[in-house]
Structure formats: C-alpha cells, structure tokens
C-alpha cells in the first residue's frame, strides 16, 4: 500500500512516518530529508538548492520528481511507499500518478493532517530532533531528558534545522496554501483522501491515519 502524507510544515508528517515504518514494515520517502542529505554531502544539486531550501520556497519540481523517481525504480520488498513532503505541487502529483502506474503500483490514500498555523508556528520554532535516530523533541512539550539523552536510542547529539525560524516558516506555509494545498481537492476528487486531525494527542493521530488505511 502507497499513501501520502500531506499537511504543513509542523504538521507531525515525519513524525507519523516513523512510526508506520516501524510497525508496517513501510518505507518513507522524505524529498526534504533527501534534499538535506545531497545539501549536507556537498554535490552540485545539494549546492543549487542550499539557498531556496534556506529561504523556505520550493525547490523545482524536476528535481524532486527526480529524486522519487529514483527511489521508485529500485525495486525492494517492503510494506510500501509513505511519501512525506511529495507532492508539493499539482505537477509533482501527476507525476506521482505516472512514476506509480509505470512500476505497476497505485496510490491507495492520502492522508490529510490538519493543524492551526498558530500550533504550528510553536511546534516548528521549539522543535530538535537526535542526529541518530530522528526522535522528535519540543522545548516546551517534550524537552531533551535532563541527561542528554534520547529517549529512543540513548544518543547524546540534537540538532535543529536551519530553515525552522520564524521568517522561512512564513514563507514554507505560504508555499503550502498556494502551491501544495491544491493537492487537497485534487485527492479528494480521486476519492483517496482522509482527514485527521494534526492536534489530537500521538496515539488519536495514530489510530485516525489507522482507520484510514485499514479501511
Ligand atoms: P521538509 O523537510 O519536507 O519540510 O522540506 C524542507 C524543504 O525542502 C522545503 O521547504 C523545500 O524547500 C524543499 N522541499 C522538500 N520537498 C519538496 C518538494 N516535494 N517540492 C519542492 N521542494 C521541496
């Protein structure tokens, strides 16, 4: 089964990938942490889109297609696809539609995880997540333990993502009215969306994205 999670920034998407990655053997497919990782390993695509990535706009869709279509066509046994992050835009999900139906897959739900910009502003300005394992931890809500460890995996290195302030935030949520959140209706017209409620507490979040792929 291939799904889709979609919502904004904040919006605990990365979060709920682990955890079905964990416990459905699935495998997430994060164009954010892909571009990270080609921004942090120096090559020339990871230098083009440094500064657009810095500012919280897009990066183009050739690029990001690229980078799926790549992961598509390395054929592995898993649960299936979480696409975290992608589609972003009417294109990118056309060519979702197409990358699919050339591998014989289909697309069998998009999730819709809806918070308020306001939960999402404190969410994304207090967030660090362990450099090991990708725990995610809030200055306010779930702090790093008093011994520096994670919670997870015991490891003692934290970072913060440079794009999590408050002037690209407004940018990367304007990005995702505009430029993303069409893919809302676009989904829903193709009978594949389901909504849940981003603010519900870990375990409502889990069991609502759940009932939707058990459905
Ligand atoms: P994320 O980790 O999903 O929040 O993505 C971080 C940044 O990477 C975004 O603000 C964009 O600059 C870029 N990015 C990630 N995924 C995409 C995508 N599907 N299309 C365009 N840009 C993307």
């Known amino acids: ?5 979609l919502g904004p920034p904040g919006a605990g998407k990365g979060t ?11 495998v997430q497919l994060s164009t954010g942490d ?3 990782e080609a921004k942090d390993s120096g090559t020339e695509m990871g230098d083009i889109v440094a500064d657009v990535m810095a500012r919280g706009a897009l990066v183009t869709d050739e690029i990001v297609i690229g980078l799926i279509r790549e992961k598509l066509e390395a054929k592995t046994e898993h649960g299936g696809f979480i ?6 835009t009417l294109a990118q999900a056309d060519a979702l539609g197409d990358l699919l139906a050339a591998q014989g897959e289909t697309l069998d739900a998009v999730i819709e995880m809806r918070v308020d910009d306001e939960a999402l502003v404190e969410r994304i300005t207090a967030r660090s997540t362990c450099a090991n394992c990708g725990e995610v931890y809030n200055d306010n809500t779930k702090p790093i333990p008093a011994d520096g460890k994670c919670v997870n995996c015991g490891g003692t290195e934290f970072k913060r993502r440079a794009d999590d302030n408050e002037e690209s935030l407004k940018t990367r949520l304007m990005a995702y009215y505009k430029q993303t959140s069409p893919l809302v209706g676009y989904y829903h017209a193709k009978g594949l969306l389901g909504v849940v409620d981003g603010l519900a507490s870990m ?6 994205i759940a009932a939707v792929l058990d459905r």
């Open 34 to 36: 892909m571009l990270r």
């Open 16 to 26: 709920q990938a682990r955890y079905l990655v964990e416990n459905r053997d699935m």
């Open 1 to 5: 089964m291939n799904i889709i999670l």
């Open 83 to 88: 696409f975290d992050g992608f589609p972003r």
């Open 203 to 208: 375990d409502e979040v889990r069991a609502s």
